[in-house]
Nanobody
Framework: QGDFVESGGGLVQAGESLTLSCTTP????????LGWFRQVPGKEREGVSC???????KYADSVKGRFSVSRVSAKNTLFLQMNSLKPEDTAMYYC???????????????WGQGTEVTVSS
């Protein structure tokens, strides 16, 4: 894992919203595909969303219509707006970057340490 820094996680109730941020010091985000992943202990990490260097976005079926990924290249920052949160969204969320297109299978070469999201029912 690298130098990315995620923030914005927390404890919310079902139906509420959170916005995650990821800063990428030393990496000009406009040149990379940037992804959000999440992982629950004991389960495999899953891709949540991705934004390519062209601006094309991709979402897991489980979050389509509820999550929105964006970036501010000038600030080397990636965002994940999460609306209508569900208990099943509870996980550690990570941002990551790769050269190439948005493919959750990666490989993603740069990672953050994660920010925890807990959604209570």
């Amino acid at each position: 894992q690298g130098d990315f820094v995620e923030s914005g996680g927390g404890l919310v109730q079902a139906g509420e919203s959170l916005t995650l941020s990821c800063t990428t010091p030393g990496l000009y985000v406009a040149n990379y595909a940037l992804g959000w992943f999440r992982q629950v202990p004991g389960k495999e990490r899953e891709g949540v969303s991705c934004i390519g260097w062209t601006g094309h976005t991709k979402y897991a079926d489980s979050v389509k219509g509820r999550f929105s990924v964006s970036r501010v290249s000038a600030k080397n920052t990636l965002f994940l707006q999460m609306n209508s949160l569900k208990p099943e969204d509870t996980a550690m969320y990570y941002c990551a970057a790769r050269n190439g297109y948005c493919e959750f299978s990666g490989p993603f070469h740069y990672w953050g340490q994660g920010t925890e999201v807990t959604v209570s029912s």
